[in-house]
């Protein structure tokens, strides 16, 4: 094995460590942009269907870039303009009442009705389990802080409203042109692999946030009219928590109910709101599940649902909410990338161990016939 170890090969692989430590560095210290950069492909996986529309009904691409981009940003400047000051000020307005102290007093609350009803039931024991699950799962106790960043975070991205909407203009207008030469950098050994690779991934990355933004914004909308009609004063805020978090395959809609009855709790100071609320949230859940999915054909990972609720806690106790989100998009690339190249060391033949070329057998000699 050491007579396989030769200069160039040493090279290479301290070059190509080197720029690993580079690329690392490079994330690290200039994340914001790389946010920014991951954004703005997002959003071209998204516009890319309207963009390819009008070029195939003959409009010259750029033009249909510089059009899908402009009606994006008007959208979006009547929207940061109209409502999302409504759900900024109910999330401030949130962010000073939901507490631990007050999630624990609304628990105690709720805890004394069953009690009052099942008195088999021991004290403490929907306290003690719903501090350990906020605390362990969700860390409610920084919701505050959360609120606050998430506020930040459109801040910060209308902050940048020149940085993602010039990249997204190059993803959508040269993403072909990129793509090729990025493949030049690839091995000629490894392009097919890799070309089919950045193929499927591309395209199913696409189908799910495409499908996922279309189900949380009906889901969101829905949440906020049915809320609204329940009496909710923070409906607006609620239902797109609700329409954020249905991206979450289980905890989602468990997330959704126990946001809709803390609020309403801590709104009316009482037990009044919370059937109507509960309702809301059912109604919105039976429409996700009956209609929405079923036509949107969304959240498909290909995956058992098993796998999926483990992929989901791990992402959880990775990074909290925000692993929660993305836990399934990542899982569903990494095993588009192991299917992928495991059936192209099973088909090609470069990559087989016995690709060289055989010896061509030797032509046999006839037998000479016996001398009379």
């Known amino acids: 094995m050491l007579n396989n170890i030769t200069l160039d090969k040493v090279v290479r692989l301290v070059i190509s460590l080197a720029a690993i430590v580079l690329l690392v560095m490079i994330l690290y210290n200039y994340s914001n942009l790389v946010a920014y950069a991951l954004i703005a492909m997002v959003l071209s996986y998204l516009l890319d269907p309207i ?137 000629n050994k490894y392009f097919e692999t890799t070309l089919s690779l950045i193929d499927k991934v591309e395209t199913r990355l696409g189908i799910y946030f495409r499908s996922v933004l279309l189900q949380s914004f009906l889901v969101a909308l829905f949440s906020w009219i049915f809320l609204s009609i329940a009496g909710l004063s923070n409906s607006a805020s609620v239902g797109v928590t609700i329409g954020v978090a249905n991206t979450i395959p289980y905890f989602g809609p468990i997330i959704g109910y126990l946001l809709s009855i ?59 909410i925000i692993g929660m989100l993305v836990a399934i998009p990542i899982a569903t690339t990494i095993k588009i990338m192991y299917n992928q190249i495991s059936w192209s060391f099973n088909n090609y033949y470069v990559y087989r161990a016995d690709s060289v070329q055989p010896h061509p057998p030797q032509p046999q000699i006839p037998e000479q016939a016996p001398l009379e």
């Open 51 to 187: 963009v390819n529309r009008l070029q195939s009904a003959g409009m010259n691409r750029t033009l249909g870039v510089t059009l899908t981009l402009t009606s994006v940003i008007l959208i979006l400047v009547w929207v940061s303009t109209s409502i999302i000051p409504i759900i900024a000020n109910q999330m401030a307005i949130l962010a000073g009442q939901l507490s631990m102290d007050n999630i624990r007093f609304i628990a105690d609350q709720i805890e004394a009705q069953f009690i009052e009803n099942f008195t088999f039931l021991p004290h403490g024991f929907l306290q003690e389990n719903v501090t350990q699950l906020t605390e362990n799962l969700f860390d409610t106790g920084r919701i505050p802080d959360i609120m606050s960043n998430l506020i930040g975070i459109f801040t910060n991205l209308f902050a940048a409203f020149i940085v993602i909407p010039f990249a997204t203009f190059f993803f959508l207008k040269d993403g072909s042109k990129i793509r090729r030469d990025l493949l030049k950098l690839v091995p």
């Open 262 to 320: 803390v609020v309403s709790i801590i709104e009316t100071g009482d037990f009044s709101l919370i059937l109507p609320c509960i309702l809301a949230v059912f109604l919105v859940q039976v429409l996700d599940n009956a209609v929405f999915q079923p036509l949107i054909f969304s959240k498909s990972a290909d995956m058992h649902p098993v796998a999926i609720l483990f992929i989901i806690l791990i992402g959880a106790q990775t990074a909290g």
